[in-house]
């Protein structure tokens, strides 16, 4: 098991400045819309509490994925489930 001080520093909340959580995932990871600086405006994912770390969610071609690509597939996916009960 690492020290405390480590998974202190990995966990701390400065990793996530300036980001919005949009969706919580299950055991503790969630989407992030981030809100300001370069990626402004692209979902990534903090896989942190499953020592994933923190990466930008991607597309089907590896791009970076938006928070308006995101929402709709995710609004899809989710009309999809309701329409097969």
Same mark, same amino acid.
């Given at each position: 098991m690492p020290d405390d001080s480590l998974?202190?520093?990995y966990m701390n909340v400065k990793h996530i400045?300036?980001?919005?959580?949009?969706c919580h995932f299950?055991?503790?990871?969630?989407?992030?819309l981030v809100?300001?600086?370069r990626e402004a405006?692209?979902?990534w994912f903090d896989g942190?509490?499953?020592?994933?770390?923190i990466e930008p !969610?991607?597309?089907?071609?590896? !791009?970076?994925?938006s928070f308006s690509e995101w929402y709709l597939n995710?609004? !899809?996916n989710s009309l999809g489930e309701i329409s097969q009960i």
């Open positions: 998974v202190d520093e400045q300036g980001c919005l959580e949009i299950g055991h503790g990871c969630a989407f992030l809100l300001s600086g405006g692209n979902i942190r509490a499953d020592y994933g770390g !969610e991607l597309n089907n071609l590896g !791009e970076r994925t995710w609004l !899809e």
